[in-house]
């Protein structure tokens, strides 16, 4: 059960990063977000259902045509989790025996933005990987888009995206 639903997580996050790239190919400057979960994805931004369908379509069409890349998104909340976990453990790390007086941390801030500058150079490769290895599934299988729902949330359109596996479809 576990097994199945991180699958369909893995799948939909795919989905949903070759979505919102192809998307935002064709329209340059359009804000958007988006969410995974088993049931789908949702898509936060100021985009017509019809354009969504057709977009949505595409990265079908274009991940099971071998295009896996498109599942691997640079703006993803993977590559800032993986940064950040990393930043703040070096930044962590070199606050280290600094207890007592303001002064002794203030004489570690060098150190504490050297090591953190350098983690970030060095974990910035590392979110594409997770994306590509843990987080997303560009490998859609029988996955397919069976609805997709349009609501207003404080003025903004939320679009979700319903999948299931459909074997034989």
Not at 1 to 14: F, Q
Not at 96 to 110: A, F, H, I, N, Q
């Amino acid at each position: 059960m576990i097994g199945t639903k991180l699958s369909l997580v893995r799948r939909n996050h795919a989905l949903e990063h070759a979505t919102m790239q192809i998307f935002s190919a064709k329209k340059p400057g359009v804000r958007m977000a988006g969410y995974s979960n088993p049931q789908g994805f949702w898509v936060f931004g100021d985009i017509e259902i019809e354009e969504l369908r057709d977009t949505v379509e595409e990265a079908q069409r274009r991940l099971r045509a071998g295009e896996s890349r498109l599942a691997i998104h640079p703006h993803c909340g993977t590559n800032f989790a993986i940064s950040g976990l990393a930043a703040g453990t070096a930044a962590w790390l070199a606050m280290l025996g600094s207890d007592g007086s303001l002064r002794r941390k203030l004489d570690r801030l060098p150190l504490v933005t050297t090591l953190v500058t350098l983690v970030l150079i060095l974990t910035f490769p590392l979110g594409p990987k997770v994306q590509e290895r843990v987080t997303t599934d560009a490998r859609l299988g029988d996955l397919r888009v069976v609805g997709i729902n349009r609501y207003m949330r404080g003025g903004m359109p939320v679009h979700q995206v319903l999948t299931r596996d459909l074997p034989g479809a």
